[in-house]
């Protein structure tokens, strides 16, 4: 048996190998769910209909997702992140279940909901569990690994689905998650585990409910802004009103909580306040290139979808490898200084996206978004890490909770923007032609690289914003290490 953390109110003796491998099994299972059903839309929409409902396959996935993860996060500091982790994964077994045997697009799109439930516990109880079990040296290696499921997965996701779609059903989409959620959910409850210190639990369901509505409100209107309704539109500005009066009621109810869902201390620790950006533009990056990088290599220079995949995929292969080095680095020179670094590189990887047009090939695009992963890595990981190494076990969870919020978060900020940019720039005419001039479309993509710039800069000074020297927390092992931030 290995050792693992032993912390204020907590201890483990875990097997970590295996939990690990269950951790990275559940990781997979949400990546590739969030991507796999790309390629099987017209199979599915041949089977079910409702092609106008199908952006929602999506939608729904994501917000479950996302609004969910801080209420989450709060619940793995009370209860343990065990019993988050398998409710998560449950939730996902029966999300795939329904979805596979899903009889109309409607029923498909409340099980996706499902799943995405599910999927809001398992990524940041990954995430925290990480933080849990191994040593400040150890975590960004491990972080590495994860980062890498997360490359692979996007590329795999579409892979599967066009497969399964092709060959067999797209129902099989679905339907082979249930193995996998086995197995993971066996290597968690097997090999993992806690002593939680059982305290009576005050659970603050008023805060928990106003934030997950006021959440699911904003994140709504944010990801079918453009969309389902007009910007600016009477619909449009009511969601988003709506969301911002609750998240203020909620602010309130935080206040008077006598175990609040989310300590409003922690949204004035400097630290903290600064990660949380730097994550939330590195999901705002993630979805503009995501989203426009295939765009130009398919509409632009000509390529096809899969070398234009191959483009992107660029980005996912950089990710990893800096992030399985940044420990190395950051035991070195200091977290902040590290993603510094990493800031640094996205900034320029941006900067070399301004120079890409239609003479450009194919390679210098794949070029640059890998250079862009490179700075991901030694960013996204560090910042990270230094959030939960601000604070003790029993908060540990609410704060990767929050990182992880403000990650799609900043996806759904940057898809509303950046549509709303490539919209305007088009104009009616070109957004409702069945073909886009390649000059035109150029000028849209320019802007978005523009505004990924911007962001990428915003990033850094996020960084910047940390301070520059602090003790560390105690790291999960028998380590007594401090290490400078900068």
């Known amino acids: ?229 007009a910007w600016g539109s009477a619909q449009s500005i009511a969601v988003l009103v709506a969301g911002a009066v609750l998240l203020g009621l909620f602010v309130v109810i935080e206040r008077r909580a006598a175990d609040p869902v989310v300590p409003l201390r922690l949204l004035r620790n400097r630290l903290l306040v600064a990660t949380n950006l730097a994550s939330a533009c590195v999901g705002a990056v993630l979805l503009g290139l995501t989203s426009y990088v295939p765009t130009f290599a398919q509409d632009v220079l000509g390529t096809g979808p899969l070398v234009a995949g191959f483009a992107l995929a660029a980005l996912t292969l950089g990710w990893p490898i800096t992030a399985s080095l940044s420990g190395r680095v950051y035991l070195r020179i200091g977290i902040r200084s590290t993603a510094l670094v990493g800031a640094a590189v996205v900034v320029l990887g941006s900067a070399l996206l301004l120079l890409l047009d239609e003479s450009s090939s194919v390679v210098q695009v794949g070029a640059t978004a890998f250079v862009i992963g490179l700075g991901m890595g030694f960013t996204a990981a560090p910042t990270l890490i230094a959030a939960q190494s601000a604070v003790q076990w029993h908060e540990r969870g609410v704060v990767t909770g929050l990182n992880m919020f403000s990650r799609s978060a900043g996806s759904a900020v940057g898809v509303a923007v950046f549509g709303a940019v490539v919209n305007a720039t088009l104009g009616r005419s070109g957004v409702e032609s069945d073909r886009v001039a390649p000059e035109a479309l150029t000028t849209a993509v320019h802007s978005v690289f523009l505004g990924t710039t911007v962001l990428a800069v915003a990033m850094l000074a996020a960084v910047l914003f940390m301070p520059r020297d602090r003790s560390r927390a105690q790291p999960p092992a028998q380590e007594a290490t401090e290490v400078a931030a900068g």
């Open 1 to 229: 048996m290995e050792r693992g953390a032993a912390s204020s109110g907590v201890g483990f003796r875990s097997e970590r190998g295996p939990v690990l491998i269950g951790i990275m099994l559940s990781t997979a299972l949400v990546a590739i769910d969030a991507t796999v059903i790309a390629t099987a839309v017209p199979s599915i929409v041949a089977s079910l209909g409702g092609f106008a409902e199908f952006p929602w396959l999506f939608s729904v996935y994501l917000l479950a997702q996302a609004v969910t993860v801080p209420v989450y996060g709060k619940l793995a500091d009370v209860f343990g992140r065990k019993p988050v982790m398998l409710v998560g994964i449950g939730l996902f077994l029966l999300g795939s279940v329904l979805c596979g045997v899903a009889g109309s697009m409607g029923a498909l799109i409340a099980f996706r909901a499902v799943q995405g439930l599910g999927a809001g516990a398992v990524q940041p109880m990954s995430m925290t569990i990480v933080g849990d079990l191994y040593s400040l040296r150890e975590r960004a290696k491990v972080q590495g690994y994860i980062a890498s499921v997360w490359a692979v997965s996007s590329v795999v996701g579409p892979t599967l689905g066009g497969v399964f779609s092709q060959y067999l059903s797209w129902r099989w989409i679905f339907f082979v998650n249930i193995p996998l959620c086995l197995v993971a959910a066996a290597a968690i409850a097997l090999r993992f585990h806690e002593q939680v210190d059982r305290r009576r639990p005050r659970i603050d369901s008023a805060g928990a409910a106003t934030l997950t509505v006021a959440l699911t409100l904003l994140v709504l209107g944010l990801l079918e802004g453009g969309q389902a309704w």
